[in-house]
């Protein structure tokens, strides 16, 4: 596994409307205007099954321009169900995105500080495909995350 960092400047690509808590480093995919902006890709979050096509086109796009500017993506963070929109993304999306940050040698967070704990309906996680790390809070009473072994090697 290649290590990510290695003290490069790097960014990290998110989803316009995505409410990942009121860091003023993540406020800038919920909130642009609200806060510094660190110059990171943004993708406009997928609002149904036929924007997710258009959505992994243009993660594919903005990962490739910032590897090319120098400033390659380390993270891809979403939420599987978006806060502001309620859509839930599909798992072959979701897998896809894994695929992509990989292939980038990117990690993929998904963020379920607000769909964790049974707030989806579909149990305690939401989302059960591959991915990184999982974040989670609010309902749980705690924040913390999630990851595998692997991702310490």
């Known amino acids: 596994m290649a290590v990510r960092g290695h003290g490069k400047r790097q960014s990290c690509l998110g989803f316009s409307d995505s409410q990942h808590g009121n860091s003023l ?41 910032s590897s090319d500017s120098g400033v390659p993506v380390a993270a891809i963070i979403i939420e599987p169900t978006a806060a502001q929109s309620g859509h839930s993304a599909s798992l ?39 991915a990184d790390y999982v974040t989670f809070g609010k309902r749980t009473q705690l924040t913390g995350y999630y990851t595998s072994e692997s991702n310490y090697d």
């Open 25 to 65: 480093v993540l406020t800038q995919f919920a909130h642009p205007e609200c806060g510094p902006s660190l110059g990171w890709p943004s993708v406009d979050y997928p609002k149904n099954a036929q924007e997710e096509e258009q959505s992994l086109e243009s993660v594919r796009q903005k990962l490739q321009a």
């Open 92 to 130: 072959s999306f979701l897998s896809e995105l894994y695929k992509l940050a990989h292939d980038h040698g990117a990690a993929l967070i998904l963020d379920e500080t607000n769909t964790g704990c049974g707030a989806s309906g579909k149990g305690f996680w939401q989302y059960g495909g591959p």
